[in-house]
T-cell receptor, first 114, second 112 residues
């Protein structure tokens, strides 16, 4: 089975801190994604990457950046954390984008910014 | 209008019941469709892809109506373990690449 591992299950950070969320997948997938999930709003795409060093903005990229230096690792960076970035962050990978195998998600990082 | 719309529920059904969820999508160019399941405080997991001819996986049946831009999921003989949020998911069309658009989910609670 594909495994997508997110480095932290829970994180508490202070306003203004720079925050790194790490995601690693072990199946050589080309595509990786970062979503945030909030009650009533569902999953919203922050950034995605379809190749090493490539990145594309999703629907809500403001306040975030990403890094993909190696195929298996896709990092989400909160440049200066704010309380409205308190959320569940989900990383996903896929071999074929919107193909029939869909996405495999990590178990999520619940980030609280205080 | 949201790109993918679902009734949030909750749907409260007794064990053994048949329950159906519906979903509509706005982009007629969408080509791929899925149902995901998400348990409380867990990550979404792929339940099944949805094909134009309709498809079945055990107690689960998915249907697609392209003309009406409508997707459905039918669960027969509901089990307690089916209690979860069901997410309708559509591939972004019209030139966007490799992105899935998630609905906000329908909550199912199966009662003993």
């Amino acid at each position: 089975d594909v495994k997508v591992t997110q480095s932290s299950r829970y994180l508490v950070k202070r306003t203004g801190e720079k925050v790194f969320l790490e995601c690693v997948q072990d199946m050589d997938h080309e595509n990786m994604f970062w979503y945030r999930q909030d009650p009533g709003l569902g999953l919203r795409l922050i950034y995605f990457s379809y190749d090493v060093k490539m990145k594309e903005k999703g629907d809500i990229p403001e306040g975030y950046s990403v890094s993909r230096e190696k195929k298996e690792r896709f990092s989400l960076i909160l440049e200066s954390a704010s309380t409205n970035q308190t959320s569940m962050y989900l990383c996903a990978s896929s071999p074929d984008g919107t193909g029939p195998r869909g996405y495999t998600f990590g178990s999520g990082t619940r980030l609280t910014v205080v | 209008r949201k790109e993918v719309e679902q009734d949030p529920g909750p749907f409260n059904v007794p064990e053994g019941a048949t329950v159906a969820f519906n979903c509509t999508y706005s982009n007629s160019a969408s080509q791929s469709f899925f149902w995901y399941r998400q348990d409380c405080r867990k990550e979404p997991k792929l339940l099944m892809s949805v094909y134009s001819s309709g498809n079945e996986d055990g107690r689960f049946t998915a249907q697609l109506n392209r003309a009406s831009q409508y997707i459905s999921l039918l669960i027969r003989d509901s089990k307690l373990s089916d209690s979860a949020t069901y997410l309708c998911v559509v591939a972004a069309g019209g030139g966007a690449t490799n992105k899935l658009i998630f609905g906000t989910g329908t909550l199912l609670a199966v009662q003993p």
